[in-house]
Every structure is written in structure tokens, then in C-alpha cells.
């Protein structure tokens, strides 16, 4: 690739548990803030963990235009919506500032859950002698909808949404790859930058699982129990984690090609340098072994032409259970050896698709700020996470290059090495 071509980011947009806009969001690292809080939906129901990283003060009308677009939005929606419209303030990519067909967007996203105060109505007309009727969900239920619903919870929607919004015709297209979604997200937006399909793209992702159609399915994730003081809940690679939390959030990313950024006389806050993806099979029985992750990062090392010591620090996926955290923490040491390593959900738990996007950024902006945020709540080390974990407070930064990791709960692993602008 000439350097004509490399990938730069020139704008970034945030919407999390612990801060809206990208500001707000370092302040919060900056201070070792949580997002993790006790919540008070559905009190008295099995199905819900008491804790989440939620966001309270989002208010989606301040953020959405035209207004009447938040009646065919989801939160999922709404939140890739903000952050996407942040990421190109930003940048500059006001309306004109680039020709339509040489915009795209890419876009990770969740299987989106609908709104209980949706699905009352429906459910209750298909109610009978207090049972649940299945005969009368067709003839009675549906009438009950809004008619436009489904457009609410399709995947697809948060990236057309945002090509809507910014009028951006070139590719569209969404991943859905459960917690690898925004990091594949951002490589395939890079990948079509470098094919010469598009000059720039949005890309990013989002993700809700503040929900309980999400909490009812308890045997597919390792929820922490540590209900007495949430702050404390995420764990990453600490020895008495326990267990993963959920969470809400999106980040958007607007990636260019250098020659692109600097003939409109973009600021460039960072590099995407390589990337690659690694899948292992998780069955019952058969655990996997990280070797997806060693790939992956492997891959980035031998494509970058860097050598593990010129990585300055780890951006781990650190989902804070106690098998994935022991997974990916020896895939780390055995490849990166005492590498430093970060690990974000613990500021505001597991946003599903939008976290890969929102940790990555977290990445750019320590750049900027020349300092990588430190992992909270670890305490007592591991003996089987060999990784060295930045905590007690920020680690300076000198070297200008990070890698970034995320897998799914079903072992799709992504590496992304970001370099310093």
C-alpha cells in the first residue's frame, strides 16, 4: 500500500455508560469513573442480572433529526446514530465536503431484541383464560402492532440509518459477529477504502443488551454476582473475577485514505496499520484454547513488519470470566510476551457489537493524550492470566503502536493494530 493509501481516522464519536461525546468519555477513563450501576428495570424477575453498564442521560431527541426517525429506531439504532453524527462532525464531512457515491458505511451490530412496551399489547391480545394463546397471535396480535416494527430491529438498520443521515451512497453493509462485530466492522471499511471503492467510510457499531430478552439466555454468558457494589463488578484477569456484565453503547469511526484526508486538510488522530481474523469452534465439552487469538495476532505482527517489543500495549477483549480471561491471556503472553495490557469493560461491562468500536476508540484518543487508561478493579493477580496489566493509573505512551482485540462468545477473534498519527 503507498502512503498515498494508508487508512487514517479522522473522526470518532462515543456513546457509553460512562461518557456522550469523546470528551466526556476520556474525563471518565482519566478519572478511573465506572459506568457499571444497579438497575431498577423489571425489580422482582429471575431473568435480570441486578447490574448493567447503562446510559441515563442519553436522550435520543437530541441527537436524532428528522425527529419523527426515532418511530422506526431501536436504542441500538439511536445510539449508532449519535456517535456516527459526532465521528463526522468531527472529521468535517459536512454535507458536500465529499461526493455522495464515495461515502459508505460499515456498520457491527447485534440481533436486536424488541421493547417489552411494544410487544404488550400483542401479547396481551393473544392472552385467554390467562394462558397464552398461539391461535389468536396472527388473527388478534399483529393488528396490535405498529405497522413499520419490524424496521425497528433489523441488523441492517443502523448502517442505513447513518448513510440516510449522511447522504452517504457508496458501500453499505453490516456484521453481525456478536462481539467481534465493530472491530470487523472497521477492517472491512479499511478493506474497501484500500479496493478504491470509497474515499472515506463511517464504521463502527452498537449494541443494547440491557434487555431481558438478552438476560434470559443465562446459561450463554457468565454473569458476575458481585451485586454489592456494581463500580467493582468487571473483573478483567483479576483472580477473583467472577463473571461478565452487560451493557449499552455505540462508536463510530470515520476512516479515510491519507491522500483523501489531506487534500480536504483533515486532522488525522491515528492509523489503522494491519488487521486480521481467526475463528476456533467453542462445542460443548470442547473448550477452546486461544488459538484463534494467536492467529489473529500473529497475522497483524507478520503483516505490519513490527516485532512484538515495538508493541507498546494491549487493548484486550477482557470479558472478565473466568475461562475466556484465563484464554486470551495466554494467547497474549505466548505471543506478545510481557506486553502491557488494558482491558476497558471494566469501566462499563460487555457492549456487545458497539464495543470493539468504542474500546478502539478509546485507543485513538490515548494516543492523542500520549497515555493508555488503566484496567480498574484488578487487585490480585492471576496466576493464570500471565499478562501484565496496566492498573494503579495510566501508562505513558512512546511508541505509538497498539493492538486492539475482541472475540465473540462463540470464538470469532479479531487483532487490529493501531499506530500513533
Same mark, same amino acid.
Given at each position: 500500500m503507498t502512503n498515498e493509501r494508508e487508512i487514517v481516522i479522522t473522526g470518532v464519536g462515543v456513546v457509553s455508560p460512562i461518557g456522550i461525546g469523546a470528551e466526556a468519555f476520556w474525563e471518565s477513563l482519566r478519572q478511573g469513573r465506572a459506568g457499571v450501576r444497579q438497575l431498577d428495570l423489571l425489580d422482582g424477575s429471575d431473568l435480570r442480572p441486578p447490574l448493567g453498564g447503562n446510559i441515563p442521560d442519553f436522550d435520543p431527541k437530541v441527537y436524532v433529526r428528522p425527529r419523527k426517525s426515532l418511530k422506526v429506531m431501536s436504542r441500538d439504532i439511536q445510539l449508532a446514530f449519535a456517535a456516527s453524527d459526532m465521528a463526522c462532525q468531527q472529521s468535517g464531512l459536512a454535507p458536500g465536503a465529499i461526493a455522495p457515491e464515495r461515502l459508505g458505511v460499515v456498520f457491527g451490530a447485534d440481533m436486536i431484541t424488541c421493547d417489552l412496551d411494544e410487544l404488550r399489547p400483542a401479547f396481551a391480545g393473544s392472552m385467554e383464560d390467562g394462558r397464552f394463546n398461539f391461535a389468536r397471535w396472527g388473527e388478534s396480535a399483529l393488528a396490535q402492532m405498529y405497522p413499520l416494527w419490524m424496521l425497528k430491529y433489523l441488523p441492517n438498520m443502523p448502517a442505513c440509518h447513518v448513510g440516510i443521515a449522511q447522504d452517504a451512497r457508496g458501500p453499505n453493509n453490516t456484521l453481525t459477529l456478536g462481539e467481534a462485530s465493530s472491530l470487523a466492522a472497521v477492517a472491512e471499511a479499511a478493506r474497501i477504502i484500500e479496493r478504491g471503492q470509497a474515499d472515506a467510510m463511517i464504521t463502527g457499531g452498537a449494541g443494547c443488551r440491557i434487555h431481558p430478552a438478552v438476560w434470559a439466555y443465562r446459561r450463554a454468558y457468565h454473569f458476575s454476582e458481585r451485586v454489592d457494589n456494581p463500580a467493582e463488578a468487571m473483573r478483567p484477569f483479576d483472580a477473583d473475577r467472577d463473571g461478565t456484565v452487560h451493557g449499552e453503547g455505540a462508536g463510530a469511526l470515520v476512516l479515510e485514505s491519507r491522500g483523501h484526508a489531506e487534500a480536504r486538510g483533515a486532522t488525522i488522530l491515528a492509523r489503522i496499520g494491519r488487521f486480521a481474523s481467526g475463528f476456533e469452534p467453542r462445542r460443548p465439552g470442547n473448550q477452546p484454547k486461544g488459538q484463534a487469538i494467536r492467529q489473529a495476532i500473529c497475522q497483524v505482527l507478520e503483516g505490519s513488519g513490527l516485532a512484538r517489543e515495538d508493541i507498546e500495549y494491549v487493548n484486550a477483549h477482557g470479558a472478565s470470566t473466568p475461562l475466556e480471561d484465563r484464554i486470551e491471556a495466554q494467547a497474549i503472553r505466548d505471543t506478545l510476551g510481557d506486553?502491557?495490557? +488494558? /482491558?476497558?469493560?471494566?469501566?462499563? @461491562?460487555?457492549? @456487545?457489537? @458497539?464495543?470493539? =468500536?468504542?474500546?478502539?476508540? =478509546?485507543?485513538?484518543? =490515548?494516543?492523542?493524550? @500520549?497515555? /493508555?487508561?488503566? +484496567?480498574?478493579?484488578?487487585? +490480585?493477580?492471576?496466576?493464570?492470566?500471565?499478562?501484565n496489566v496496566i492498573h494503579h493509573g495510566p501508562m505513558r505512551l512512546d511508541k505509538g503502536a497498539a493492538i486492539v482485540l475482541n472475540q465473540s462468545r462463540i470464538v470469532q477473534s479479531m487483532a487490529l493494530l493501531l499506530l500513533a498519527p
Open positions: 506486553v502491557p495490557v +488494558t /482491558a476497558l469493560k471494566s469501566y462499563f @461491562g460487555s457492549l @456487545g457489537a @458497539g464495543g470493539g =468500536a468504542v474500546e478502539l476508540i =478509546a485507543s485513538v484518543l =490515548a494516543f492523542g493524550q @500520549g497515555e /493508555a487508561p488503566p +484496567t480498574l478493579n484488578y487487585h +490480585t493477580p492471576d496466576p493464570e492470566c500471565p499478562v
